[in-house]
Nanobody
Framework: QVQLVESGGGVVQAVDLLRLSCACSETIFGFNVMGWVRQAPGKEREFVARISRSDESTNYADSVKGRFTISRDNAKNTVYLQMNRLNVKDTAVYYC??????????????WGQGTQVTVSS
């Protein structure tokens, strides 16, 4: 059974930075796409960032472009989300997600439990 375990969330001040990690219980080469989705209080889940297996190309939501960076460490079976210049609108539960066959994170098969990120002004 695939397990995705997020870590690195917390409470930070605006313009601070955080790095989230998503550790996978098996080789991440088994997933065509991995990434992050977030859900703010009272809102639906929204796509944040993804990284592909084939060429490690990345894609970001407009709201985080230029501030967040997704990366992967194949040797550690871990995906990261570096979040810079955080603002209060980034407050959400951040979920790691993965899919073996899809190219985007529309409806990923695998999900982590989520890690809370709270940004105070």
């Amino acid at each position: 059974q695939v397990q995705l375990v997020e870590s690195g969330g917390g409470v930070v001040q605006a313009v601070d930075l955080l790095r989230l990690s998503c550790a996978c219980s098996e080789t991440i080469f088994g997933f065509n796409v991995m990434g992050w989705v977030r859900q703010a209080p009272g809102k639906e889940r929204e796509f944040v960032a993804r990284i592909s297996r084939s060429d490690e190309s990345t894609n970001y939501a407009d709201s985080v472009k230029g501030r967040f960076t997704i990366s992967r460490d194949n040797a550690k079976n871990t995906v990261y989300l570096q979040m810079n210049r955080l603002n209060v609108k980034d407050t959400a539960v951040y979920y790691c997600a993965a899919d073996r066959f899809a190219r985007i994170l529309g409806q990923p098969t695998y999900w982590g439990q989520g890690t809370q990120v709270t940004v105070s002004s």
